[in-house]
C-alpha cells in the first residue's frame, strides 16, 4: 500500500490539528493529500505522524531490511538508509505542498523536503531507530530526518550531499549552496 487511504488520512490529519483539503490520485494509483494546518507546527505533527503509519506497512521494512542487508551495526543500517534516499531521490520544488507517500517517491526518484524527510523516517522507524524530524527556519521552511543515536539527535539532510549527522545549513555552506532560500 502507498499513504493511507482518505479516511486514514482524514483521522491522522485530525489527530494533528489539521484537515485533508484535497486528495489527488497519482497516474500509479497512489493517493497524496494537500493539507489545511492551523499551524506550521501542526503541519509537522501530521507529516511525522504519516511517517509513523508508513512505517508499519510491509513494504517499508522490507524495502529497509534490503537496503541494510550487510550491514551489522546501527550506524551503518543509518548511513545505508540515508545514502540511498540522499542519493536516489531528486529534491524538487513543488508548486503546492503536498505530502508524497514514500514508496511513491523511492520509485520516482523525486520529492521535496518534507516527501524525502518522511521517507527516511519511515524507513528508520520501521527498523526500530528512534527517529523525529527536525525543521529549520520560524516559521519552518525546511525539513530534515533525525535519528537518535548514543543519546544525540544526528541530522540526516538528504536533499543535498550532507553527511550523516551534519547540520544541513553547515552542509549547504560547505558545498556553496546559495540558491535554496529553505537553507539559508
Known amino acids: 500500500m502507498d499513504g493511507p487511504d482518505p479516511r486514514t488520512a482524514a483521522k491522522l490529519a485530525r489527530a494533528a490539528g489539521c484537515r485533508v483539503v484535497a486528495s489527488h490520485r497519482l497516474h500509479d494509483g497512489t493517493v497524496a493529500h494537500e493539507l489545511g494546518c492551523h499551524s506550521h507546527a501542526a503541519k509537522v505533527r501530521f507529516l511525522d505522524l504519516l511517517a509513523e503509519w508508513d512505517s508499519l506497512q510491509p513494504d517499508v521494512r522490507r524495502t529497509a531490511e534490503q537496503i541494510c542487508r550487510g550491514s551489522r551495526h546501527q550506524l551503518d543500517q543509518i548511513a545505508a538508509l540515508h545514502r540511498m534516499v540522499r542519493d536516489g531521490v531528486l529534491h524538487t520544488d513543488e508548486p503546492r505542498e503536498t505530502f508524497t507517500a514514500p514508496m511513491y517517491v523511492l520509485r520516482n526518484g523525486v520529492g521535496d523536503c518534507d516527501d524525502t524527510a518522511r521517507l527516511l523516517l519511515a524507513l528508520l522507524r520501521s527498523l526500530g531507530?528512534?527517529?523525529?524530524?527536525?525543521?529549520?527556519?520560524?516559521?519552518?521552511?525546511?525539513?530534515?530526518?533525525?535519528?537518535?543515536?548514543a543519546g544525540a539527535w544526528w541530522w540526516l539532510e538528504t536533499t543535498i550531499d550532507a553527511e550523516p549527522g551534519e547540520h544541513p545549513l553547515d552542509a549547504a555552506k560547505r558545498l556553496g549552496i546559495t540558491t535554496r532560500g529553505d537553507l539559508e
Not at 133 to 138: I, K
Open 129 to 149: 531507530l528512534s527517529g523525529r524530524l527536525g525543521t529549520l527556519g520560524s516559521p519552518p521552511r525546511h525539513v530534515a530526518a533525525q535519528v537518535q543515536l
